[in-house]
């Protein structure tokens, strides 16, 4: 019988030893203290500000216009939608100020990508136009040839903007959202600042101020770009009885204004999207 039970169970030492774990008592608990319970963790909650978003770092801007945008306890003025079109815009924006280091297949990506944020182009065109700029992007990698020229990094990454623009919807979370480089940091402040409103201190339309007149220059300036007539723009807005210190110093600015424009989609309706 015992020597039955040590060939199914192993040797007579791994026998002893369950014999003697069975028998061990338990430990006593400590006199003193009781039993010690795990700390819990803590975990600090990212709270983006006003200040950051006076910073003059894009990448802070941007964490935290995204932070906005996806948090689900904040209420955001903007749907993520909204956010994603505007991003689109941004890197476009930004290869434009670049437009002479970017290839001709590169270009017209950028020229889809746009049309997309209007709802110009369909679903198709978007992933034909990603397609487009990611094979721009491998084949403008520079290769060694006894050293690298400046230029061809900035090439590189004027077309991983292309890259990015055409894929926000799945980078659209903290920490993955690029910046505008090699764009320089003032001009990624400047295109921000005309795309987006602050989000602190949005500001409230009055219906007055959406007369036939402002509404038809808005729409006139969204669809030809014409961005030379924001001037003529302020006055009528005055004209119907504005007063908002952020929009006439918006209008009258001297930009820079791009497509996106955070007055310009309000007034046309784009960023309730």
């Known amino acids: 019988m015992f020597r039955s039970h040590v060939r199914r169970s192993g040797s007579l030492r791994s026998v002893w030893h369950r014999r003697e774990r069975k028998r061990r008592p338990l430990d006593p608990l400590p006199t003193t203290g009781g039993i010690e319970q795990p700390r819990p963790r803590v975990r600090h909650r990212y709270t983006p500000t006003e200040a950051e978003w006076h910073g003059s770092d894009p990448r802070t801007v941007l964490r935290c216009l995204v932070h906005l945008a996806t948090d689900r306890g904040t209420v955001f003025h903007l749907s993520r939608r909204s956010i994603e079109r505007k991003l689109r815009l941004f890197y476009c924006a930004c290869c434009r100020l670049r437009w002479g280091l970017l290839p001709a297949d590169a270009r017209q990506a950028v020229e889809v990508v746009e049309r997309y944020a209007d709802g110009r182009a369909t679903g198709q065109e978007l ?147």
């Open 127 to 273: 992933r034909a136009a990603r397609r487009t700029a990611a094979a721009a992007y491998r084949a403008s990698r520079p290769v060694w040839a006894g050293g690298y020229a400046p230029q061809a990094w900035d090439v590189m990454y004027t077309v991983a903007l292309v890259v990015a623009a055409g894929a926000v919807h799945a980078q659209l979370r903290p920490g993955y959202v690029r910046d505008g480089s090699p764009v320089s940091s003032a001009d990624q402040i400047a295109l921000l600042r005309d795309i987006f409103e602050n989000p602190f201190r949005t500001v409230e339309f009055a219906g007055a101020w959406l007369t036939p007149t402002v509404r038809a220059l808005a729409r006139v300036i969204h669809a030809e770009r014409a961005f030379h007539l924001m001037p003529v723009l302020g006055d009528a807005l005055q004209d119907s009885g504005c007063t908002s210190i952020e929009v006439l110093d918006h209008c009258y600015g001297p930009g820079p204004h791009v497509a996106g424009c955070w007055l310009v989609d309000r007034l046309t309706g784009h960023d309730s999207a």
